[in-house]
């Protein structure tokens, strides 16, 4: 580093945005964060992070946040459970047990990295929404509202799926489609009539978290309680045939999701389930898909989109949030690595980063696929054990993302200073898979041309995902 702090300015105080700054300023940069909400937000329900994420909050003073965020969830399941709509036991996988494996309520994990951001002195400025990002050759920064500019060194703009950054920075047009579902989503305490209802005791157990997974015909759910059977969330993926809005707090309706669950013929557990919810926990929330981009370097190089401004995924990879911390972790690193030369620094970042993310991005439309188009019964499962797994692969799960920040800086760093050519595809490091584009419209063609009544065939789909690293 050079004498004067970097000073990295960050719009959104998301994982990806927190992440940043905590990493930044543990480097010994000056890293500004800033957030429409006024503070951190208890909203969201249910979120996992994998351990390649989890490692990355394990590695703060001495894994205390790390060890918070764990207490804070989680901690009791001793697996996870497969079934059918028909309430068919299909599989049971062991729960990842370790200390950087976390799962529980967004809004709690989001409070304790937020607080940790502010104890390493990470300067916040919440309850400001950007109005104008700025990426000049005199200003990288940012108008606030009520027209303050905040300026720096370098602009990281983690601002989340509706992105103002995709637009202002990287002058793209807004390039959503809707992905043909929806998700309803919940979080509550558990009531004692929940407790006494006999369909739902197995869910609140005393001694034991629980975790069970549903998948049907275009409908896949979770339900998980923990902290003694205290806590619980769900969340169920539906066909998004009333075209809500892409908003997290539009209202969800017990009627509209009784009557999905009647349709995808799942079973009781779910509509009690659903009646013991309190109506104003319920969020029904449109599931849009971006295509990925071309790049997420602004033209000046001194700006940059991370996490879910620029690669939103489908719930089904299971990695959103992971990858907005991987990418987080990585750009700290590349700051610090390349001495004050931003423009390197992001390029660097860049070819860490691309192929990994967008391979991951582009894996969730298949599994989702792979779940609403197949019949689930026992003997399919037992046939193609392997055809119904969360879609974790090692590559996913065993990377650190911040050991290979380290060990390829310098090399990817000579490429960029020669002008190495190459697609970035070609240039970042490999994600144990080749980068294949794809976009949602071929995937479904893909989809309708595999059968009759759009049936995925396991076997067409495992050979298409050849090109994917997913093993099914
Ligand atoms: C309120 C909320 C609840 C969520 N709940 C869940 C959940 O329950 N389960 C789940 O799997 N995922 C949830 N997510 C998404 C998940 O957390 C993200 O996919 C993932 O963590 C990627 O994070 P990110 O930091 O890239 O984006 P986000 O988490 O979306 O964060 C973006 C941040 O940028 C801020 N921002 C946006 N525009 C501006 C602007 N112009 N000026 C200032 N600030 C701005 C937003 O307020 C937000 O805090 C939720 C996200 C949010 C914002």
Redesign the pocket.
């Known amino acids: 580093m050079t004498d004067k702090k970097l000073r990295v300015v960050i ?7 927190l992440t940043a700054a905590i990493e930044c300023q543990l480097r010994g940069m000056q890293a500004i964060l ?4 006024p503070g951190p ?1 208890s ?5 996992d992070f994998t351990e390649n994420a989890g490692r990355i909050f394990k590695s703060w003073d001495n894994g205390r946040v790390g060890r918070a965020i764990f207490e804070s969830g989680v901690t009791a399941a001793k697996t996870m459970q497969f079934y059918n709509q028909e309430n068919v036991l299909l599989r049971v996988d062991a729960w990842p047990h370790g200390d950087q494996v976390y799962a529980g309520h ?1 809004g709690t994990m989001h409070r304790i990295v937020f607080d940790y951001a502010v104890e390493v002195g990470v300067e916040m400025r919440c309850g ?3 109005l104008q990002y700025l990426d000049t050759e005199d200003e990288c920064g940012v108008t606030i509202d009520g027209g303050d500019k905040i300026l720096g060194d370098v602009l990281i703009a ?7 950054a995709r637009s202002q920075l990287l002058k793209l047009p807004e390039g959503r489609v809707n992905s043909g579902y929806a998700i309803f ?1 919940a979080y509550f305490e558990v009531s004692d009539s929940f407790k006494s209802n006999p369909a739902l005791e197995e869910l609140a157990k005393e001694d034991e978290d629980v975790v069970r997974f549903w998948v049907g015909r275009d409908m896949h759910g979770f339900i998980y309680t923990w902290n003694k059977g205290r806590d619980c969330a769900w969340v169920l993926t539906h066909l998004d045939d009333a075209n809500i809005g892409e908003s ?1 707090s539009f209202p969800g309706k017990k009627e509209d999701v009784h009557s999905y669950l009647t349709q995808a013929g799942f079973p009781n557990v779910w509509h009690e389930i659903v009646e013991l919810t309190p109506e104003s926990r319920l969020i029904d929330y449109k599931l849009v898909w971006r295509d990925p981009l071309k790049t997420w370097v602004t033209s000046s190089k001194r700006g940059v989109v ?4 620029a690669h939103c995924h489908l ?1 089904t990879s299971a990695q ?2 992971c990858m ?1 911390v991987e990418d987080a972790a990585t750009i700290a690193i590349c700051l610090q690595k390349s001495n004050g030369n931003v423009p390197l620094a992001l390029q660097v970042f860049e070819r860490i980063r691309f192929n990994r993310s967008h391979t991951i991005h582009q894996a969730s439309i298949f599994t989702r696929n792979i779940y609403h188009k197949n019949d689930w019964s026992l003997e399919t499962v037992q046939q193609n054990p392997d055809s119904l797994v969360m879609p974790l692969m090692d590559w996913i799960l065993d990377f650190d993302a911040k050991k290979t920040a380290e060990d390829n800086f310098e090399q990817l760093a000579s490429d960029v200073k020669s002008g190495r050519e190459g697609s970035i595809e070609e240039l970042a490091l490999p994600a144990g898979g080749d980068y294949n584009a794809m976009n949602i419209s071929a995937t479904d063609q893909f989809i309708s041309s595999t059968g009759r009544d759009h049936h995925v065939q396991l076997s067409s789909v495992a050979a298409a995902t050849q090109a994917l690293p997913l093993k099914i």
């Open positions: 719009v959104g105080a998301g994982f990806a945005g800033v957030e429409a909400y937000t909203h969201g329900d249910l979120l967004r400001k929404r950007v983690a601002d989340g799926p509706r992105s103002l989503r997290w991370i996490g879910d401004a719930p959103g949030a907005a």
